[in-house]
């Protein structure tokens, strides 16, 4: 089942999918392939990063596949991470991007909640912007 809208919250570690409408929500994981290390601050190793997960990047990319409209959250790096990946290898996705924000490690109800307010907000601007 696909919705109109979807938010994803994404770390490195693990993507939490919600496709959803004011009645329904449906959830997917996905989980990252690659375990980051920690360094002490006095040893010296490479660049101290790591290339992108793209099979994760891959996998929630198609957990999103049949939204129209959706929003990208996360704390850290890891969603700008997606959205370039986005922008390089799956360009039939990035236009359905229309909102990327921070935000830290919020339960499930919190991300949908979040979610729909956002969406909400949008979707009351726009007869606003339609007929300016």
């Known amino acids: 089942m696909s919705h109109y ?5 994404l770390d ?3 993507a939490r999918v919600f496709q959803f409408n004011q ?3 449906e959830k997917f994981t996905v989980h990252g392939h ?9 040893s010296v ?11 994760f990047y891959v996998e929630i990319g198609h957990a999103l596949a049949g939204s129209s ?5 996360g704390p850290g790096a ?16 990035e236009p359905k991007i229309v909102g990327v924000e921070t935000v ?9 909640a979040y979610a729909r307010k956002y969406f909400h907000a949008k979707d009351r601007m726009r007869p606003l912007l339609q007929t300016h």
């Open 5 to 9: 809208h979807a938010v994803v919250w």
């Open 12 to 14: 490195h570690a693990e």
């Open 23 to 25: 009645e329904d929500v």
């Open 34 to 42: 690659k375990h980051h290390l920690h360094h002490k601050a006095s």
């Open 45 to 55: 190793v490479g660049s101290g990063r790591e290339p992108a997960d793209l099979a």
């Open 69 to 73: 409209e959706i929003l990208v959250l």
């Open 78 to 93: 890891a969603k700008l991470e997606f959205i370039r990946h986005v922008h390089k290898a799956m360009p039939e996705l």
């Open 104 to 112: 830290d490690h919020p339960t499930d109800g919190q991300v949908v």
